[in-house]
């Protein structure tokens, strides 16, 4: 049964952040059933960049990232659709993240297109009304990573992926745009039916009602 009894004024968009392997996937999927939400995933297998890219990736860099970058843009863009009557909306991404990976992977000439690019584009998404950022050990993730077996994914560097998780830390160290809701994901069991996940749904509610309340302040 849903926790999300309280009633809000529109619908919550709510994006889960993390590095690779940390499970954001499984928990929209497990929010998703609480809050009866709208569920928007990201489509990476659809980039004919990737399996190049981890076996270069310095050469297919730059091809990887863009087209990455244009397909979230869409993908986040038509977000700005909902309405008083539409459900709650949970995405396992947000455009942010194409950034963190761009900042790690791009040459500083790439970099520099990249962010001109970047920057015209941000700007016309939608803000989440609350942002989670799950985190692990990379040796935590290293072991979901092999578990799931996707081919591109065999023979995952483990450095790449620390780079990864440190350069997530440090940006959400700073992150002060959206209610931000920080899990360390480590020993949370919410792949199965658990009172885990109706806590995780009371700490989003929380947050959105303070956000709510916040903007009601600033407006009377």
């Given at each position: 049964?849903?926790?999300?009894?309280?009633?809000?004024?529109?619908?919550?968009?709510?994006?889960?952040?993390?590095?690779?392997?940390?499970?954001?996937?499984?928990?929209?999927?497990?929010?998703?059933?609480?809050?009866?939400?709208?569920?928007?995933?990201?489509?990476?297998?659809?980039?004919?960049?990737?399996?190049?890219?981890?076996?270069?990736?310095?050469?297919?860099a730059f091809q990887t990232q863009i087209f990455f970058l244009m397909s979230r843009f869409t993908q986040q863009q038509?977000?700005?659709?909902?309405?008083?009557?539409?459900?709650?909306?949970?995405?396992?991404?947000?455009?942010?993240?194409?950034?963190?990976?761009?900042?790690?992977?791009?040459?500083?000439?790439?970099?520099?297109?990249?962010?001109?690019?970047?920057?015209?584009?941000?700007?016309?998404?939608?803000?989440?009304?609350?942002?989670?950022?799950?985190?692990?050990?990379?040796?935590?993730?290293?072991?979901?990573?092999?578990?799931?077996?996707?081919?591109?994914?065999?023979?995952?560097?483990?450095?790449?992926?620390?780079?990864?998780?440190?350069?997530?830390?440090?940006?959400?160290?700073?992150?002060?745009?959206?209610?931000?809701?920080?899990?360390?994901?480590?020993?949370?069991?919410?792949?199965?039916?658990?009172?885990?996940?109706?806590?995780?749904?009371?700490?989003?509610?929380?947050?959105?009602?303070?956000?709510?309340?916040?903007?009601?302040?600033?407006?009377?």
């Amino acid at each position: 049964m849903s926790v999300a009894t309280r009633e809000l004024r529109r619908p919550l968009y709510i994006a889960v952040e993390g590095p690779i392997g940390v499970g954001k996937t499984t928990l929209v999927n497990r929010l998703q059933e609480q809050l009866s939400a709208q569920v928007v995933c990201e489509q990476f297998e659809d980039n004919p960049f990737l399996a190049s890219f981890y076996e270069d990736r310095d050469r297919y860099a730059f091809q990887t990232q863009i087209f990455f970058l244009m397909s979230r843009f869409t993908q986040q863009q038509a977000l700005h659709q909902p309405d008083l009557f539409s459900p709650h909306i949970l995405a396992d991404y947000h455009l942010l993240k194409d950034r963190i990976f761009a900042r790690l992977t791009l040459a500083d000439h790439e970099l520099a297109l990249y962010e001109r690019i970047y920057r015209s584009l941000a700007s016309q998404i939608l803000k989440p009304d609350v942002m989670i950022y799950l985190h692990a050990p990379v040796e935590t993730l290293l072991g979901r990573i092999d578990r799931r077996g996707r081919d591109y994914e065999k023979d995952f560097d483990p450095e790449y992926l620390l780079d990864l998780s440190r350069a997530y830390h440090q940006h959400f160290a700073y992150y002060r745009e959206t209610p931000l809701l920080r899990i360390d994901n480590t020993m949370l069991n919410y792949a199965d039916d658990s009172p885990e996940v109706s806590e995780i749904t009371r700490d989003i509610l929380d947050r959105a009602f303070e956000l709510a309340r916040t903007n009601e302040g600033t407006t009377a």
